[in-house]
């Protein structure tokens, strides 16, 4: 048996939490550069306001109708999100976070959780809600996807009270009946029209479809959430794998023309890309920094540059990376070019012990301007021990007054004066990850 924990309406909940004023009151929450909405309260869904709609589109509707705005504040809701699935992982031992607001627990290796199901996932919403205040809906089934369906079930209909468990083959039957096959996990919109062309119109309908005549129509996945919705297990729990392929970019407010400005907008982004490469304690030894004029401007030019760096020994020290993407830059900047985004892509990634030191080394340190007493090893130990200092520090005093990492490379600027920065007009403090911008009660 799997459990599907989703967070309701989570980045709008995560806004809500420290403004007990919202209670009740329509939220939307905005793309990067304020462009789009992708999160709506319960109280915006209702009163019609799409996802993905362009926010321009929609403001004046928003002031009419008292809609409070958000700019997307991520610092917010990854630690949020962070809380969210540390309480799970006190509730059941097996846990598999799926996205930032959404966790599968494997409970048949769990006895307390199979003594009573329906018990037990009424437990596990009222004490993420209670520890965390984000409300939650619950799905259990036999499968990942029959999860996934229980918990589309505990979201729609309200006799579920948010918690819903598919053991029961008269309820599964039902279940399956009354629910669209494009609301299914991993029936996109394009799988939909062609399941309906062939007269599949509901979960059910497929469910009873033969898996091979599903795999020659659509594949090998699709026929696996076919065999799932009939109980056969296809999608075990997975461990977190690290990732091969590192990627930071990030459109701007405005356009940049000036060099200097861009070369702070990629090491800011070296610098992030180099943080996500330490979490999961691995190297790359390849980075590529790349810009790009807008591909939508009628009047202009599209330019794209981009140029890469071979570290020969494998890196995650910040500083060397910078000075590298900065080499890179250097060479193949353009003049003359509106640049509307900017960002770099690590390569070549692998786990920290499984480099082998170059006989060279040094002599690379002192071209890159980071030589030090010592052999290549002892230099190697010293770099991660200051970049282990700078983690530690950014882990512990989180982001200054000006949303910018406690501790930051000079190459990045100061963020109140980069003029590269998106647009986040009404960007939410930084209430849990900054103790500048705690609440204050007078």
């Not at 995650?316 to 993407?325: H, L, Y």
Request: contains cysteine.
């Amino acid at each position: 048996m799997y459990a599907l924990i989703d967070c309701n309406s989570f980045y709008a909940n995560c806004e809500k939490l420290f403004r007990p004023d919202l209670k009740d009151k329509p939220v939307v929450v905005l793309s990067n550069n304020d462009g789009c909405v992708v999160a709506r309260s319960p109280e915006a869904k209702l009163l019609g306001i799409k996802m993905g709609v362009p926010y321009f589109q929609v403001k004046d509707f928003c002031v009419q109708n008292n809609v409070t705005v958000f700019s997307s504040n991520y610092t917010l809701y990854a630690d949020i999100s962070q809380r969210v699935m540390m309480t799970l992982e006190t509730l059941c031992p097996t846990v598999e976070v799926y996205s930032v607001d959404e966790a599968f627990l494997y409970l048949a290796d769990y006895p307390v959780a199979m003594q009573d199901l329906s018990a037990y996932g009424h437990k596990l919403k009222a004490i993420v809600e209670m520890h965390t205040g984000i409300p939650v809906g619950v799905g259990i089934g036999t499968t990942k996807t029959m999860a996934k369906l229980a918990n589309h079930a505990a979201k729609t209909y309200p006799a579920t009270k948010g918690v819903c468990v598919l053991e029961n083959i008269r309820w599964i039957r039902r279940i399956m009946q009354i629910t669209d096959v494009g609301e299914l996990w991993g029936v996109g919109r394009r799988y939909k029209v062609r399941l309906n062309q062939m007269g599949i119109h509901t979960v059910y309908q497929l469910a009873i479809c033969e898996p091979g005549k599903i795999r020659q129509h659509f594949g090998v996945v699709l026929e696996r959430t076919c065999l799932e919705l009939n109980g056969q297990s296809c999608l075990g729990i997975e461990s977190i794998a690290p990732k091969k392929q590192i990627i930071s970019s990030r459109s701007f407010s405005e356009r940049i023309t000036d060099q200097q400005a861009l070369s702070e907008s990629i090491c800011a982004h070296v610098a992030n890309a180099a943080s996500k490469l330490r979490q999961q304690d691995s190297v790359c030894a390849y980075i590529t920094v790349f810009a790009k004029s807008s591909p939508h401007k009628q009047n202009e030019r599209y330019v794209l540059i981009s140029g890469d760096y071979h570290f020969i020994t494998p890196t995650s020290d910040t500083r060397v990376m910078v000075t590298a993407a900065r080499a890179v830059l250097k060479v193949i900047y353009k003049e003359k070019v509106r640049y509307a985004k900017a960002g770099v892509m690590l390569l070549g990634i692998c786990q920290h012990d499984e480099v082998q030191l170059d006989l060279f080394a040094e002599d690379q340190d002192k071209r890159d301007g980071n030589s030090q007493n010592g052999s290549a090893k002892q230099s190697a130990e010293k770099r991660g021990e200051v970049t282990a200092i700078m983690d530690a520090l950014n882990k512990k005093y989180g982001q200054n007054s000006n949303q910018q990492a406690a501790v930051f490379i000079a190459s990045e600027g100061i963020k109140d004066k980069q003029s590269w920065q998106m647009s986040r007009d009404m960007l939410s403090p930084c209430y849990t990850t900054n103790i500048n911008q705690l609440p204050k009660v007078h």
